[in-house]
């Protein structure tokens, strides 16, 4: 069946009207009037956006898959079920992960009031920091710029660091385009065309005033965690409807990326009405943005394929020895979504910040691309870039014994020992997070983690959670009990 499917995604991809908008103004719905998308590309400022009509229940509407679409979060966004999606698209196979972009399907929606703008900011592959950001120089464009972050000093992550050395650093840590970030501080602050801030602007140029997030550094930190929540959470179909500062509610369109309702979610917490509906407008960010780096549409490539798989991945620690799993599916970086963490810990240590010598170690082969305080990334691809193709991202690794940038390792081999290096830990263990072109891979759902057969499932609550292979469940426990023991290589 799969063969198939993929036969079928392949030839969609050649129909006309399969391709992704290039133009500014960018929708998915190919039943949109003419005249919508004429309004739409014309609108100023805080003018209304069309509406949608109110749909029979289970109405079948056309939609253009996405990139990194899945069927669940597909279902959520248009307010029906995976089971009524398939029957209406029958060359779909029930394991499906991934939808190809680009190919077209039949949708049966259940209308709900509310919808918010049917315009797309930014291309998701845009968004993270993956394969369209490695030839960016973040440092160059900068400099080549007339605003104060040229200029920009301040001490950041244990030293004195440049603007650009704050915004790459952010970007790095929560994946977020370092694009996007300069895009943000321009729209916000001025940063890359006004030669003087004033002193609230560099206390607080995204606009967040508090006393802990003082600062280009901690703004940004704040701005990408909130970035993040409303992309991941539109991806997982956990973020189904967003909330004005009157307390208006308002539902994402169905048809809109992951990376439009970032930023929908992102300028919501902070801007009345008006100035939110320029904000996401055509005359707002995505005005400043292709000002800046040039149309993102015309830029825009897939960065998710259709039925996309994870490798054969072992435990990260070797055979033999009990292990506790400790965290079922949680955030990989900040807090919130993405929740793309699992967490395990040696079962032969005392509680608390205790040293071990049990290793942690490669699910598969790769090279080092980044050691860093409590950090090891392994990239499978091998090219050392961590923006491209699948990495796995260790946490809580201490630095002695840590495996230096470069090194080639073995499904199996040392990577350094867990801690409670970096972060906040309150007892040794490591975490371990995968992304792929730049995205992370949520812990549960259609691309569950999968170490040697046992599937990652979610709990009612972060660090909640399942492991199960073959009919038997391990329940992830931060008490490191019975129940939640696993061993690598049973």
Known sequence: MRKVFLWFCLAALLLPGCQAQPAAVSTSNPEMPAETVEAISSLETATPFPTRPAYAPGELVDYVAQTGDTLPALAARFNTRVDEIL??????????????????????????????????????????????????????????????????????????????????????????????????????AGALSAAEATAEVRLYPLGYRDDLRQGLYMQLNWAANLLNNGYYGWRAGSLVSLEHLNGRGERPDPWQNAATVSLQSYFIRFMAEAEYDRAIGPDGLARVYADLFGDPWQADVAHIPGSLQQPAFKFPFRAGPIWAYTGGPHTAWGSGEPMAALDFAPGNIASGCTPTDEWATAVAPGVVARSELGTVVLDLDGDGDERTGWVVFYFHIATQGRATVGTLVQTGDPLGYPSCEGGTST??????????????????????????????????????????RAGVTVIASSLANAASQVQAGK
């Open 87 to 188: 029957a209406a698209n029958t060359f779909i196979p029930r394991d499906a992960t991934t939808m190809p972009p680009g190919m077209p399907m039949r949708i049966p929606i259940y209308y709900a009031p509310f919808w918010g703008s049917p315009y797309q900011i930014l291309p998701d592959g845009l968004f993270i920091d993956g394969p369209a950001q490695v030839s960016f120089d973040t440092a160059a464009f900068v400099a080549g710029q007339p605003g104060w972050l040229r200029d920009y000093r301040a001490y950041a992550f244990s030293g004195m660091r440049t603007g650009a050395e704050i915004v790459d650093y952010v970007a790095l840590q929560y994946s977020v385009s370092p694009r996007l970030l300069l895009a943000l501080l321009e729209y916000q």
């Open 427 to 468: 007892g040794t263990h490591m975490h371990i997070a995968r992304k792929y072109n730049g995205e992370w891979i949520l812990a549960d759902g259609t691309l569950a983690f999968n170490l040697e057969g046992w599937v990652a499932g979610r709990g009612n609550r972060p660090y909640q959670g399942t492991l199960t």
